[in-house]
């Protein structure tokens, strides 16, 4: 599986729009892009994925550059809540999920 | 009731014991995956399986060892357990390859 970079951590205010970035430069053509999120001792939570196309849920947005090899995870409105770890995961179907350092995200009022 | 269970949620073993953590899904989904989390640290792959009956490591499988005999459920044991093996630990399950994973709450195992 591809390897991402993530920034290790971000910033943002209560209410206002996060984007966390991911890089995957490697990414091959059968490769999924995954968000999940990990907050404080909780098991991790599937947030979005998607392979080429930009795809929205009620919980975020997640935008894949036309060459795949980076994407960005948009929180609309983010609330003290979403404060956390996220991971941004590169799979093909039917593979390991593999998690890396992730992007702690402060949300701060 | 529906979901991921693993069990016990907290267990102090002592090292040299054996102890096996349970874990069990009731959606019949294909993938288990077993992971661990070290205080402060990401989540490392332990082992994972693709249906009953089949196994493979992840990225940290030394000192466990896991089964699939049944689809739903998915035990990892420690056989002969050893202090850096204190981790929290967390089973995970998905309906396919392509799909979201499901996270138990995790075990947090201390070994004295």
Redesign the interface.
Known sequence: DAKTTQPPSMDCAEGRAANLPCNHSTISGNE?V?W?R?IH??????II?GLKNNETNEMASLIITEDRKSSTLILPHATLRDTA?Y?CIV????????????TILRVKS | DAGITQSPRYKITETGRQVTLMCHQTWSHSYMFWYRQDLGHGLRLIYYSAAADITDKGEVPDGYVVSRSKTENFPLTLESATRSQTSVYFCASSQSGGIEAFFGQGTRLTVV
């Not at chain 1, 001792?41 to 599937?46: E, I, N, V």
């Not at chain 1, 799979?91 to 992730?102: E, I, P, T």
């Open positions: 999924y995954y999940y990990q001792s909780q098991g991790p939570q599937y994925h770890v991971y799979r093909s179907d039917g593979n390991k999920l593999v998690f890396g350092a992730g």
